[in-house]
Structure formats: C-alpha cells, structure tokens
RNA sequence: GGCGUGGUGCCCAAGUUGGUCUAAGGGAGUGGUUUGCAAAACCAUCAUUCGCCGGUUCGAAUCCGACCCACGCCUCCA
C-alpha cells in the first residue's frame, strides 16, 4: 500500500511517489508578514506541519520551504500607514510569525526564503519570460504574463479564462493591461510605493506578488519538485499563475502534487481579516485556551473538510489531548505484572493508524485508531493483565504517534499569578491536614486553589498540580 | 452565469470505487465500579438510521435522477 494525496489538479485521489526514492521536496506557501497571522492562516500551516510529519514518520526524508513575503500592496501600505520602514514593519510579523509556529509545536521549516532576497533572480526569470515572448511591458514600466499565450492556463483551478466574470476588482486596478487576466510579474514605480522600489531593466519598481514563489521554489528546490501546499485561496489566482510562470519559463514540469486546505469558518463564514471575524493565537492564549487545544482542533478535522471555530470546540479538543496524555502517563508510571505484551494490538493499532493515514490524510479514522489502543490500554493496566515491557511497547508506538500528532510535549503556555512555591506550600498543610484525618481543612485548601485556577491531582507518588 | 465543497446520533466527526455499517473515534448525558473528597480510569447505555423525494439492486449512508439547505472560488486573502 501506499499513500495517496488529493491531488488539486487533477482533483483525485493518486498514490504518492516522490521524484527521488526516499525522499521528498515541498515548497508551502507561507505568510505575507504585515500583521499578526490568525488561527485560520494556521490551519494551513498546521495542517502542513502534519503532512511533513506524516512523511517523516513514514521513513520520507522531507525538504520543506516556507516563503515569507515581505513585499507587496499590503506590507507596503501598513509601514507607510505605522511611518516606519518597510524592513521594521516585516521583520517585527516574522519574529511573531515564528514565534507562533513554536507556540503551536510546528517543526520548523529547513528554509524561509524572503522575497526581498530574491530581487536579482526574479528579475531573471521575467527577463526569461520575456524572452520566450510571454510578457509584455506597459507605458508605466510594468511587466505583465499574457495568459493567451499559454493555452494550460486555468488548469489547476479549473477555470476557463473566456468564462472569467471581469468582476469590480480588475477595474480597480490602476496598471495598464491589454487582457483584464493577466497579471503583473512586475510592476512599475508609483508614489504610494514610497521607498520601495528596485532598479530593473523596465525602470524602478517592485516585483508582482506571484513571481516570489516561482522563483524561490525554483532556486531552493528546483525547477521540478514533489509537493505544493498551501489554503485553497492560493489555488487561484496565486499557484494558477505560479504555474503558468514556472512553466514557461523554465521549460520543465513544475509540481507534481499540489495540496490545498480548506478554510476555517467562524460562524459558518470564513476566517478573514477583511471580515474581521479572526482570532490571533495570543487572542486565545489570553482567554486562557492552551496552544495544545489549539493545536488539536487544528489538525484533527480533516484538512480538506471546512472546519467551524468555536469555543466549545477548544474545550473538547483539550479534553481529547488529556485523555491521551493521561494514557501516556499511566503507562510511565504502570507497575502492574501481568502477561499481555501488547503485542497484537500495537500491531493492528499500527496499522490501522497507518492505513487511515495513507488515505490522504485520514486524521479521524488515526485517531480512532489511537483511542482504541488508549481504551485496551486502560483497561488492561485496570484489570493489571499488561506486562511491563508490553507497557514499555505502547509508550515507544504513542511516542511514534506523537511525532505526528506532536502534542504531548507541548508546553501548554498557561501561566497563572501565583507562584510555584505557595502551591507547594499548599500541598504540604493539606498532606498535614489529611494525615490527620482532618478532610474539612484539606478540602478547603483545594477550594481556595481551584478557585486560583489550580487543581490538585492525587496520585500514589503524591499530590500534584496543573493549571486548569 | 461558470466552477466546486458539504449536509451522518445532543455536539464534533470517519465511512461515500454497494454487502464485514446490527454506522468508527472524540466530547456531552445517563446508570454502575473504583475513590475520604477531587481527578483519572473501567463497564453499560446513547442513530432499525445516514438533508428530502423517487429510482436501480438480492442488498445503498455509499450508485442514478430531481429537489431543499449551507458554504466557497471566478485576480486582497492560509
């Protein structure tokens, strides 16, 4: 068996077979760094994070990069509205930016690429383009793709440029074209550009939105490369016209798989700024969410499947994650004897996690593979018929599961006012009160922590505490 | 107008190349076990039913047709 992608472009389901054995090359589109990212943006990129993990838990030897755009209209509009540089306003969202995706345990990627590094090999490909006769300059310096002249184009978002409404927006649009779809590969000065701009053989000015990522693509994994991921907004116009780009300028085939995740709906409507329904990651840290019930919610709807906020959602996601926690816990601290090696189950556990899994991501049916193990589990350290090393077994597979899945050792980025040492000493006066018999003081002083947010767990090596 | 996705128990959700679905898994609920309390865990229970109508078939959540509803894309967007 193998694993099969949805694959946009040809909207079925193929079995994956990287161009090298072994290994596999993914360019993921990443964010345009003028704002912070909201938990939307993060799907994708979560669910990104999954696919490479799932890769790497399958043996594959993954090269993952991530652009940060950090040059078009609305990086250049937010630092001329804050008065700042370009450079400050972008790099102040790409410490945030990484700072979230730890926050929320994704690996991070082997390369982010910059637009603004890559001017000199933009440059170079449009020249290409131009010289293949696929572009034509306007009066104010512009360079545009001429769609006509490339008769796949529509391919991958299944449009039919003849059918393409010309909607309000090109109207809008204040460079000069001769066909309302094709779009700029670079554009020429204009005032509102400010200080933004780069000497280019059609005069000043700053490359187009699209050019970034075939170029960077191209430069870090090659013309021709595995897997292209990014939210289904980006199918078109963005990877639609990367495409056509990439095609015709370097002659070769372009991607092989292209992934798109669906959006993140908020009342039934997507996720976006210009909705101003969003939430920011440290929007919902501070109404104390833990990142891991973030994290969870994120990755455990299957990424092509529309995915409704809410808050209701967290609290089960959180409630999810404990109960494998606990599992993994109990299983560390398990001092039963008993016989039950684990075996069969951690094979067909194994291996139905697996089969779901290579079935495009199947994350549902993982996890219920997940949660029978955890059930079997329990009941056999309950009924104390598992041996050590079978306990020993099932902490190796869900730390296996955990690659993936990757929240057991998140730090859950809860913080309460009060220190460690009063709680300890807390815990200490209760123990005296017990060992006296004296339950009314000691359940009094669990009160008084719960209501402080925190909860005392007894456990056989002691009373513990977590934040609730 | 063109293209596309989805409607499964109280909530989330898998299953949709027909039978093993007497519909997985998570959350909530209910009843038990365990527990000084709390937490966790375990057991039992929780859809004769898969938006609606009709059809094909020995057999349909899964195929076909019509319809209803929700959402998205058609140059800001993850």
């Known amino acids: 068996m193998s694993i099969r992608f949805y694959n946009t472009i040809t909207r079925q389901k193929e079995a994956f077979q990287p161009l090298e054995t072994g290994k596999v090359k993914m360019y993921t589109c990443g964010p345009t760094v003028y704002d912070y990212a909201h938990i939307g943006n993060y799907r994708t990129f979560i669910f990104e994070d999954l696919l490479r993990r799932y890769l790497e838990f399958r043996g ?16 250049i509009r937010r630092s001329r509205e804050r008065s700042i540089s370009l450079t400050e306003l972008t790099n102040e ?31 170079q490909m449009i020249s290409e383009l131009e010289n293949r006769g696929y572009t034509y300059t306007a009066a104010d310096g512009s360079v545009f793709f001429k769609i006509a002249k490339y008769e796949q184009y529509g391919k991958l978002a299944n449009l039919n440029p003849d059918e393409m409404l010309s909607g309000g927006r090109v109207a809008d649009d204040s460079y000069e074209k001769e ?21 280019s053989p059609w005069g000043q000015g700053r490359p187009g939105w699209h050019i970034e990522c075939s170029v960077m693509s191209t430069e870090l994994l090659g013309p021709h490369f595995d897997i292209h991921c990014g939210g289904v907004d980006n199918i078109f116009p963005h990877h639609e016209n990367e495409l056509a780009q990439s095609v015709c300028a370097t002659g070769a085939d372009f991607v092989n798989y292209w992934l798109h995740s669906e959006y993140l709906l908020v009342d039934n409507k997507k996720m976006s700024k210009s ?21 969870w919610m994120l990755i455990t709807t299957h990424y092509r499947q529309k995915l409704n906020f809410s808050v209701s959602r967290l609290v089960e996601s959180q409630k999810a994650v404990n109960r494998l926690r606990e599992f993994f816990e ?71 599961f955990d690659h ?12 309460v006012d009060i220190d460690a040492e009063f709680i300890e000493a807390k815990i200490v006066a209760r123990k005296a009160a017990r060992d006296n018999k004296d ?20 456990t056989p090596e002691g009373t513990k505490w977590k934040i609730k």
């Open 60 to 75: 594959f030897d993954v090269t993952q990069a991530m652009n940060l755009t950090d040059v078009d209209d609305n990086t």
């Open 93 to 123: 969202f790409k410490t945030a930016f990484h700072a979230d995706l730890k926050t929320l345990n994704m690996q991070a990627a082997h390369q982010y690429p910059e637009a603004t590094n890559y001017i000199p090999e933009m440059i």
């Open 179 to 199: 066909g309302a779809r094709d779009f700029a590969l670079w554009k020429g000065y204009k005032p509102e550009d400010g200080d933004v701009h780069w000497e």
């Open 275 to 295: 909705l101003n329904n969003f939430y920011t990651l440290r929007d919902l840290m501070e109404l104390g969410y833990p990142a891991e019930a973030i994290r």
């Open 330 to 400: 109990k299983l560390k601290a398990y001092a039963g004897s008993g016989q039950d090696d684990a075996q069969d189950q951690i094979k067909t556990g194994g291996e139905s996690f697996i089969s779901a899994m290579d079935d495009d991501l199947n994350i549902s049916g993982g996890l219920a593979a997940i949660f029978e193990l955890v059930r079997w589990g329990n009941r056999s350290m309950v009924e104390g018929t598992l041996s050590s090393t079978g306990a020993k077994s099932l902490i190796d597979l869900i730390r296996k």
């Open 404 to 415: 993936v899945l990757a929240v057991l050792d998140m730090d859950s980025g809860l913080t």
């Open 439 to 458: 339950f009314a003081s000691g359940d009094a002083i669990r009160d008084e922590l719960v209501a402080l947010g925190v909860e005392l767990i007894d």
